[in-house]
């Protein structure tokens, strides 16, 4: 089995907006095709935002990752935050999840990026062991939201 990373495109928009649609109603968030295509075209475009791989194993993809770019006093500076992180169902379990892991720090600690961030469900035992055994640690804080533009 072999996994590696493609990065995405505009030519992969498609295969993008199929697991996009999976990977939101796997975690019930709310789905809008017209947004989200307007949202993936403007990170695929500028890569100031962030960066969007197809995960793929021997060649054919089985999820996406996507990592956006910002900016922390508290992290020390350039940090990031895996956005989106899918792999489809008969996927998981199998260390796709692990090698994505690593390679997200892979290419932060390429981009000079000093902390990673990602949000998880409460309810997700196993995505958040995962992430544990990955390095990541709850710091004790609630990530909160509100929205600017509805």
């Given at each position: 089995?072999e996994?590696?990373?493609?990065?995405a495109?505009?030519?992969?928009t498609?295969?993008?907006?199929q697991?996009?649609q999976?990977?939101?109603?796997y975690?019930?968030l709310?789905?809008?095709?017209?947004?989200?295509?307007?949202a993936l075209?403007?990170?695929?475009?500028?890569?100031?935002?962030g960066?969007v791989?197809?995960?793929q194993?021997?060649?054919q993809?089985?999820?996406?990752?996507?990592?956006t770019?910002?900016?922390?006093l508290?992290?020390?500076?350039r940090?990031?935050m895996?956005d989106?992180f899918?792999?489809r169902?008969?996927?998981r379990?199998?260390?796709v999840?692990k090698k994505t892991?690593?390679?997200?720090?892979?290419?932060c600690?390429?981009l000079?990026?000093q902390a990673v961030?990602?949000?998880?469900?409460?309810?997700n035992?196993?995505?958040?062991?995962?992430?544990?055994?990955?390095?990541?640690?709850d710091k004790n804080?609630?990530?909160?939201?509100?929205?600017i533009i509805?």
């Amino acid at each position: 089995m072999e996994i590696n990373f493609k990065f995405a495109d505009s030519s992969d928009t498609e295969t993008l907006i199929q697991f996009i649609q999976e990977f939101y109603e796997y975690e019930g968030l709310k789905y809008d095709e017209t947004i989200i295509r307007a949202a993936l075209a403007g990170i695929l475009k500028d890569g100031s935002l962030g960066r969007v791989w197809l995960i793929q194993q021997d060649n054919q993809a089985v999820g996406y990752i996507v990592l956006t770019f910002g900016y922390s006093l508290e992290y020390r500076g350039r940090d990031a935050m895996i956005d989106e992180f899918y792999i489809r169902e008969t996927y998981r379990g199998q260390g796709v999840g692990k090698k994505t892991i690593q390679f997200i720090e892979n290419v932060c600690q390429d981009l000079g990026i000093q902390a990673v961030h990602l949000e998880v469900e409460r309810e997700n035992q196993k995505a958040q062991n995962l992430y544990r055994q990955a390095g990541f640690t709850d710091k004790n804080r609630y990530f909160l939201t509100k929205w600017i533009i509805p």
